[in-house]
């Protein structure tokens, strides 16, 4: 493939974007491990809300990304369309899927140590979950991979089809929270 001036743009201001989400997500851990310095007793509900705005958004992201998939997988290799398709994936990822994914664990984590919540069933079912979630992330990471690489050999209806997963994960997750059936 010819060298594209535009393309080699968008992976400059795509690895600039990279390194804006991790400084910022190292600040933002920073001011967060502050807080629970200045006053480690009244942590929890900052935590939770850290937890809350950060599942928020990965599943924004993990919502978007297959349906980005789906419009992609319908366009020609090497378009324009494609190539723009390309990037929006790529900066959903490394900018905001992935770090979300990261607090996510970090503050859940935090959150149900901090509130001795690991012998609950509840948290066991929500764990198993998230832990599918997780694993569902990982898999849109390779079709990030396989997509960029002009590799993917899946459909837009199997992309129509995984877009449906995370809403189901998010419902078992969200019933396991508030409803607490175990």
Known sequence: M?????LEKGHGSGRRAMVRAVVA???????????????????????????VIAV???????????????????????SPQSETFKVMERRLLRAIINPAMIVTWVFGLWLAWDGHWFSAGWLHVKLVAVIALSALHGYFSSAVRAFDEDRNKKSSRHWRLMNEIP??????????????PF
């Open 2 to 6: 010819p060298e594209n001036p535009v």
């Open 25 to 51: 997500l190292v600040i933002f851990l920073a001011l967060a491990a502050l807080l629970f310095y200045v006053n480690p007793s009244g942590f929890y509900p900052w935590a939770k809300a850290i937890h």
């Open 56 to 78: 928020i958004s990965w599943m924004a992201g993990m919502l978007y990304l297959p349906r980005l998939f789906v419009y992609h997988a319908e366009v020609e290799l090497g």
């Open 167 to 180: 809403t189901l994960l998010m419902i078992v997750i969200v019933v396991m929270v508030i409803v607490k």
